[in-house]
C-alpha cells in the first residue's frame, strides 16, 4: 500500500478495529513515536526521523524528500502570544483606509474616466500591512536608519490612505491621485522614488523587480555592517509580494543567493489571494504548497499564515485528521470559488464530502461558514507569524499569506475581475460603508468621499504614537548629502598622460585608475568593485591580490594557487 495511502486511512480510522497487519504496524510505530515525542520532546522525535532517514538511505532504500506541511498554519495556537496592541482602534483604522484607498480610486475614475488604479491588491494585503505598521516596521533604531520595506506596486492607494489619515499627505494630493504630470500636488500610480521623491524608496510596480532587489538590498546591508562601513542593527528588508507575481523569473531567480548568505535580515511576505490579474494563479493546483516546497527547497524559513482563529475550534474537534485532510485536497479555483458562492455552497461542497465534517459543523450557520476568516486576514495569526520571522536566526523567511482578492469589496470580492475593478456600483459603496462602519453620509459615499478623522481622535492618536515607538514614519525618503571629496585630478597624471607609446588595453587603463582611486584613503573604501567572474580576463588579478574577496563568512579554504607569486586570489 503506498504510505499516502497508508496515511489516509489512518487519519480516517485511528486504531479502527479491523485493521489489517500493514495498518496495525504503521499504528504501532506511530504510536511509539508519538509515545517518544511526548515523553522526551520534538526535538528527540527529529533527532529519531533523522536516524532512521540515513539509515534508510545507506541501505539503499529510496527515502521520498518531503518538502511541504499540511495546510494549516506553521504556528500551532497552543504556541501563539497574545496580540499586543488595541485590537478595536487598529481595525478602526484598518477600515478607514481600506474607506479612502477605495474611495480614493473609485472617485477619480469618476472624474477622469479610464484613469485607472487599483483596489482589490490592497484589500487583501490591509491586514498584512497594518499589523507591520503597528507594531514590526522601525522608522529608526535608535540614531541609525530603520526598515526597508518593499510594497506591492499596486497596493499603493491603501499606503497613501494611511498616509493621508496620519497627515502625512493631503488631501489635494490625494484628490490629485494618478494626476502627478499635471504640475499639481499630487500622487504617483505607482511606487517610484523618481515620481514622489520624498516619498517611495523602491520603484516595485514592474513586477518581480522588488523581490529580486530586496534579495540584494539585504545582502548589500550585511556587506556594509561586515566591513564596519554601518553598526550592526537589527533592522530588516521586508518585501511584500504578490503570489501571481512569484510566476515572474526575477522573484525567484535569487532565492539561494538569500539562503547561501543567510540573510535573516530580509523577510518575504507572499500575499497568496490566490488570484492574479485574468483568474486564479494555480486553478488546478495550490500555489501555497507550491511556493512552500521552493521556498524550502532553496533553504529558506517558511511560516504559512493559513487560517484565523475561528478555525481553532475547528482543528480541536478534528480528532482524526479528517478536516486537515481535507484542506489539502481541495484546489484553489475551488476555494476562490467558496468565497463568491457562500456558505450553503462550502457547506454542500466542502464539508459535505465527509459526513463527519458535515456533524462538526452543524452548530453553525451559513453565514458563519462563509465567513471563516483566512489567516492573512487575522492580526493575532498575523502578528505571530512577523514575531517569528523578526526573530528568526540564520535564513531568510518566507510568510505565505492566505488572503481573499477584494476583500470586503462585495460583489467584486474573489472574482476572476477584480483586479480590474476600478468603480463600485453605489449598493456596493453603501454597503462598504456600513460593513466597515465608515461614517459619511450615504449621498456622499455615493461620490467616494474621503473621510478623514480630526487629529485628537483615538485612533489617530494611536497610529501616530504607534508610529512614535518605532522610530517615526517609514514613508520618508531623505537623501544624504554626499560628504566624499573626489581625489584631485593630479593623482592620474600618469594616466591622463597617455602610455607614451606603449600599448595599453582599455580595461588596463581602468584597471590601474580603478586601483588608484581604491588606494585613496578617504573614499578607497567606499569602492567596492562588483566582478560575478572574469576579473583575470579583464587584467584585475593584481586588484584582487590587494583588496581581497569578500566572504560573507570568511575564507573556509586554502587556494590552491595561495602561495604561487603573483597568482594568488585572495
Ligand atoms: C512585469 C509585469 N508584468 C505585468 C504587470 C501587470 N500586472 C499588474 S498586477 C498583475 C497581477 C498581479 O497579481 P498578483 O501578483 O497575484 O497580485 P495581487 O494583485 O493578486 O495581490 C499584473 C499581471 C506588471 N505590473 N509587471
Ligand atoms: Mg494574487
Redesign the pocket.
Known sequence: MATQEINNRILEFPGAPGMDSEEEEVAEWIEAFDQVVEEEGANRGCELLEALIERARTSGVEVPIQLNTPYINTIPVEEEVPYPGDRQLERRLKSLTRWNAMAMVHRQNKTDAGIGG?I??YS??ATLLEVGFNHFFHGCYGDQPGDFIYF???ASPGVYARAFLLGRITEEQVLNFRHELRGLPALSSYPHPWLMPDFWRFPT????LGPLNSIYQARFMRYLENRNLIPRTPRKVWAFV????TD?PESMGSLTLASREKLDNLIFVV?C?L???DGP?RGNGKIIQELEAAFRGAGWNVIKVMWGGDWDRLFARDKSGLLVKRLGEVVDGEYQAYKVKGGEYIRRKFFGKYPELLEMVSDMSDEELHRLTRGGHDPQKVYNAYKRAVEHEGSPTVILAHTV?GYGLGSAEARNAT?QEKKLADQALTAFRSRFEIPVPEMAAKEGRLYRPPDDSPEIVYAKKRREELGGFLLIREVPKLAFEAPPLSEFADSVAGSKGRAVSTTMGFVSMLRQLMKDPKIGKLIVPIIPDEGRTFGMESIIRQVGIYASRGQLYKPHDQDMPGEQTE
Request: glycine content about 16%; overall charge negative; aromatic content about 0%.
Open positions: 487599483h482589490s491588491t487583501s494585503l506591492q506596486g499596486h510596480v514592474s513586477m518581480g504578490g503570489d501571481g507575481e515572474e500575499n489571494n488570484q492574479r490579474l494563479v482578492k483586479h
